[in-house]
């Protein structure tokens, strides 16, 4: 059974979107695209809610998004409940994101890594898969902000 991969970038990451989607079919993912599909200047925090939101309502087993650095669409994609989007530019940060963070979503940047090695970060991600055990109580706590706010130490509740 084929996973499915749902994609989104800027016109910042046009290119490098359509690059990488090419390589996700023969590696047996069936893609979703939902954009950008033009070079025209468009707001990146649409396409990043609408991975986030796919991703997070389990319409997708991943997403995948890139804009010029990856960061806007980082931010955006963080902000959508049941997200947790990684912006890695090289293969430890996509490993350990998976592993230690159970990333769903990878941010990539257009115009900072180029396609041989965005490959190869994107290749990483989706073969790398979440550890478990200690980190997921560090991954409940983050849970816990979506749902009531931080508390404990720094925090300005209570």
Partial sequence: MAR???VGSDHGGLELKRQLCEG????????????CSTAQSVDYPDFAETVGRKVAD??????????????GMCIAANKV????????????????????NDANVLCLGGR?????????????F???SFEG?????RLDKIASFERTGPSGPGSTEG
């Fill in 81 to 100: 409940r049941g997200v947790r989007a990684a912006l890695c530019h090289e293969c430890y940060s996509a490993q350990m994101a998976r592993a230690h």
């Fill in 133 to 137: 055990g200690r980190h997921q109580r």
């Fill in 112 to 124: 900072v890594v180029g396609p041989e090695l965005a490959r190869q970060v994107l290749a990483t």
């Fill in 126 to 128: 989706l073969e790398s």
């Fill in 24 to 35: 996700l079919a023969g590696w047996g993912w069936t893609v979703e695209d939902v954009g």
């Fill in 4 to 6: 499915k991969i749902v």
């Fill in 58 to 71: 389990g319409e997708a087993d991943v997403g995948l998004l890139i804009c010029g650095t990856g960061i």
